[in-house]
């Protein structure tokens, strides 16, 4: 049970939580008028005032008489108590600090300011009294967003300039300067408008749904089907259910590449848009939804991870768009997997969860045949449609010249669709220009120079970018390593490359690249998908980004580059990644009226992976993972836990690392066993150095009290940190 919600009356002790890194409620004294569990408030810390969230019964340590009190409480909807239950139960789980947890709660900005006072920042009407290029990058950003207001310092990092320039621009009204404004309502969303008519396998799964809807209850279902069977159509279904009973409703994408298709189509089902949570949004708009949605105005939210972080007043259903995609997972800071925290969420406030995907993680797929989880498929494409044809083009027999990656049998086949007028994708999950920077001269490859990683080179923006800390460098002249000049070579193929050598094999076709580094903003992003859906482009060159969710009815051929990429490495994960990858590129291809193909380049044709996602017998594939895995006594079948420990000083971290491997009593006792110290799989991270261990415990071991203890009984230097990752994506 979570902490019951009670009044506390004026002057009486009370717990408050606060965001600050300390390791508990502090006590309080309730202002006069009393308090409630939940409430905002603000209290003195030290010479501060900081917020906090009145957390129950004080500790009572100290008398009455000496605590201090509360100063303010705030005007917005106390926190219910599904809410703090989650936080501390998702703390619990995490291992992560109270604080930590709250923290991700609390992420609106100006929460408990009062409307008014504040200002912030839009396009206004005038012009400049005087021009200059930093004044420009401000009207610029502007132009892009001219229906968004912002804080000072936040219009002034969009644009790259100090604040004094966007200020500079108000006198003459270029910067309109206006106080806050109260949050406007979001328009109505009506679940009573009729959706489309739903093919039989799709009325027959919303029926399901929405008697899950009617419980009122947790509930967790994984909606199955192939991209195209219409499962969007269906968990919207869902959704209208549970605003007709009142309740809110959340939306989970993996992606804000995403977002835009889908509120096209959230506003054509319910006449309106919905409210968004991402990183994408203003901070006005930020906090215009807290706000919103603490109040329970806010129907329907649409948003990243973070939004199931929000003051939900009723909440009633969460959906988890793509289940299986791995960007759910939180790897920095909080280490969480949204899926799960979706579950515990729900759980939390007696609502339902529909997962959906075309092809569900192992966990899933296992909670589902555990009868955990309730299970719908859809087992035909919408319509007509049917899934692709699938072959392999064994890479050993084709003649490619060096340089060169599309074997002669693709080409032929992209040059049938041209003929055809049809369109066709090619595939490859790398981006930039060229995955390896070599210098010819001294045979040494450009790497970062503070990641265990290789610098990517990226010709569309003319940088040498790092994937691991994202740092970027000019591309060099000379060769950082031996400093002759011009001996710098692209070695491999990224997504930027094949779309030269498309080019180059057809000259005639009009050529698309999609990869998410060529997209300033996710307007950007849309534009473009919507050009190619309409006919604005005979061939697609694309990463991941095309893999996922959008529609391109003219799409009958995706040929994959390079199938085996996914299968290198260790990673247990590995086939299943691949599967699902292979799954979903292949499944764009082909709509309605016109049958698909997928060609998929491999030098491996025997490899089980390759072999399964021919035969596309996915029970098959998932009942032989799954078989591995539970031999193996890994997730979903066992537990498992990552210790990261970092330091400049690669021996200060393996000490730490061996000094925990040589004391694993209490682990033990739980039948865990300890792997390691080894380097992590990236070993190297902006300058700190990387060792892991891994834990494996019986899928009933309670994991996370023996590991909290097993990492206090350690003493940290004061420059290493340790961080625990409960599920880690790789083992
Ligand atoms: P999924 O989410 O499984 O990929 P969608 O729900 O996006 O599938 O449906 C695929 C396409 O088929 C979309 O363009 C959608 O508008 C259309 N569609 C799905 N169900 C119906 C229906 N019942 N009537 C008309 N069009 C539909
Ligand atoms: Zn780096």
Redesign the pocket.
């Known amino acids: 049970m979570g902490p019951m919600t009670r009044f506390h009356p004026p002057g009486a002790p009370v717990a408050v939580l606060t965001t600050q890194p300390l390791d508990r409620a502090l006590d309080y004294r309730a202002p006069t008028g009393g308090v409630e569990d939940g409430a905002f408030v603000e209290v003195p810390l030290g010479p501060r005032k900081v917020l906090g969230v009145v957390w129950g019964e004080a500790a009572g340590d100290w008398p009455v008489e000496k605590l201090r009190p509360i100063l303010r409480v705030l005007e917005v909807p106390a926190m219910g108590s599904p809410f703090r239950d989650f936080i501390e139960r998702a703390a619990a789980y995490t291992l992560t600090p109270l604080p930590a947890m709250l923290r991700l709660g609390l992420r609106a900005p100006g929460l408990g300011e009062v409307p008014g006072k504040r200002r912030v920042y839009g396009l206004g009407t005038g012009t400049p009294d005087r021009a200059t290029p930093a004044r420009q990058k401000v009207i610029d950003a502007l132009r892009d967003r001219p229906t968004d207001l912002f804080a000072l310092s936040e219009l002034a990092d969009l644009a790259g300039v100090s604040t004094s320039v966007v200020k500079g621009l108000c006198a003459s009204g270029a910067v309109l300067e206006q106080a806050m404004p109260r949050d406007a309502d979001f328009p109505p969303l009506d679940p009573a408008r009729a959706?489309?008519?739903?093919?039989p396998d799709?009325a027959e799964a919303a029926d399901a749904l929405r008697a899950e809807i009617a419980t009122g209850d947790y509930g967790t279902t994984l909606l199955r089907?192939?991209?195209?069977?219409?499962?969007?159509?269906?968990y919207l279904e869902a959704v209208a259910e549970c605003m007709a009973r009142g309740r809110q409703a959340l939306v989970l994408l993996p992606e804000i590449a995403l977002t835009a298709e889908f509120l096209t189509?959230v506003q054509a089902r319910f006449g309106a848009r919905p409210a968004e949570w991402h990183s994408g949004v203003t901070q006005a708009e930020r906090r215009r939804t807290w706000a919103k949605t603490a109040e329970g105005q806010a129907r329907l939210i649409v948003g990243a991870r973070s939004a199931l972080f929000l003051p939900y007043r009723d909440l009633g259903l969460i959906v988890v768009d793509e289940e299986h995609d791995t960007s759910y997972k939180q790897e920095d800071g909080v280490l969480y997997s949204a899926r799960d925290m979706a579950v515990l969420r729900a759980s939390c406030e007696g609502a339902q969860v529909v997962l959906?995907t075309?092809t569900p993680s192992l966990e899933s797929w296992a909670n589902a045949e555990l009868g955990k989880y309730k299970r719908l498929d859809?087992t035909s494409r919408?319509?007509e449609a049917v899934l692709p044809k699938l072959a392999t083009i064994d890479m050993r027999d084709e003649a490619v010249a060096g340089g060169r990656w599309i074997s002669p049998t693709l080409k032929r086949a992209v040059e049938a669709r041209i003929i055809a007028g049809e369109q066709s994708l090619i595939f490859l999950n790398r981006r930039g220009y060229a995955p390896v920077t070599l210098c010819r001269a001294c045979g040494q490859q450009v790497a970062c120079h503070q990641c265990d990683a290789r610098m990517v080179e990226h010709r569309f923006l003319k940088r040498l970018m790092c994937h691991q800390c994202g740092e970027t460098a000019p591309m060099p002249e000379v060769c950082p390593s031996c400093g002759v000049e011009g001996k710098l070579a692209a070695v491999g193929p990224g997504v930027e490359r094949m779309a030269e050598e498309v080019t180059a094999l057809f000259p005639e076709a009009r050529v698309a690249i999609l990869s998410s580094d060529l997209f300033g903003s996710a307007r950007a992003l849309k534009a473009k998908v919507e050009e190619i859906a309409s006919g604005g482009a005979d061939i697609i060159v694309g990463t991941q980004l095309v893999a996922k969710?959008h529609?391109f009815p003219k799409l009958t051929l995706v040929g994959v580059i390079d199938a085996d990429l996914g299968l290198q490495g260790s990673d247990l994960r590995a086939a299943e990644r691949t599967f699902q990858l292979m799954r979903q590129v292949s499944g764009r291809a082909g709509r309605a009226d016109k049958p698909g193909q997928a060609l998929l380049q491999t030098y491996q044709p025997d490899h089980p992976v390759i072999r399964a996602i021919l035969t596309g017998d996915e029970e098959a594939f998932l009942r032989e993972e799954a078989a591995q895995r539970r031999a193996a006594g890994v997730p979903p079948y066992g537990r498992m836990a990552g210790i990261v420990i970092s330091d400049p000083d690669a021996g200060v971290a393996f000490d730490v690392g061996n000094a925990l491997a040589r004391n694993t009593a209490g682990l033990d006792e739980i039948g865990a066993e300890v792997y390691g110290p080894a380097p992590a799989p990236i070993a190297r991270i902006r300058g700190r150095h990387r060792v892991r261990l891994l834990v494996k415990a019986p899928r009933q071991a309670p994991i996370q009290p023996a590991l909290a203890a097993w990492v206090a009984g350690i003493d940290l230097p004061r420059s290493t940190r340790l961080s625990i990752d409960i599920d880690p994506q790789s083992f």
């Not at 959706?195 to 093919?199: S, W």
């Not at 089907?225 to 269906?234: D, I, L, N, R």
Request: without cysteine.
């Open positions: 959706g489309k008519p739903l093919a799709q089907g192939v991209t195209g069977s219409g499962k969007t159509e269906v189509r959906a075309a859809l919408f319509g969710g529609n």
